[in-house]
């Protein structure tokens, strides 16, 4: 998982305020396991039936084995990325 959170992708800014290397200091001192991770999750990838249930997920080709935390950081980050 090191070598993992030493990619360009997961090291922030040196700009960065204190609360935010904190915060990265203890999410890559914790273990994490792997999962098969969609990648790209929001509403534009999930299929839903008639009654707004959903039914399947679309657009699979970001996926990719990641830390457990990635599926909800990522929506997050791009949900932000995006707001008005």
Not at 1 to 28: E, G, N, V
Not at 78 to 84: G, N, S, T, V
């Given at each position: 998982?090191?070598?993992?959170?030493?990619?360009?992708?997961?090291?922030?800014?040196?700009?960065?305020?204190?609360?935010?290397?904190?915060?990265?200091?203890?999410?890559?001192a914790k273990k994490?396991?792997?999962?098969?991770?969609?990648?790209?999750?929001?509403?534009?990838?999930?299929?839903?039936?008639?009654?707004?249930?959903?039914?399947?997920?679309?657009?699979?080709?970001?996926?990719a084995w990641m830390?457990?935390?990635?599926?909800?950081?990522?929506?997050?980050?791009?949900?932000?990325?995006?707001?008005?």
């Open positions: 998982m090191d070598a993992f959170h030493a990619q360009f992708f997961c090291t922030l800014p040196s700009t960065s305020d204190a609360a935010m290397q904190s915060l990265a200091i203890r999410t890559r994490y396991r792997l999962c098969f991770s969609h990648c790209d999750l929001g509403p534009q990838n999930i299929l839903v039936d008639d009654n707004q249930r959903p039914v399947g997920l679309i657009d699979w080709d970001s996926a830390p457990e935390y990635w599926e909800f950081t990522a929506a997050i980050h791009k949900r932000l990325k995006y707001e008005p």
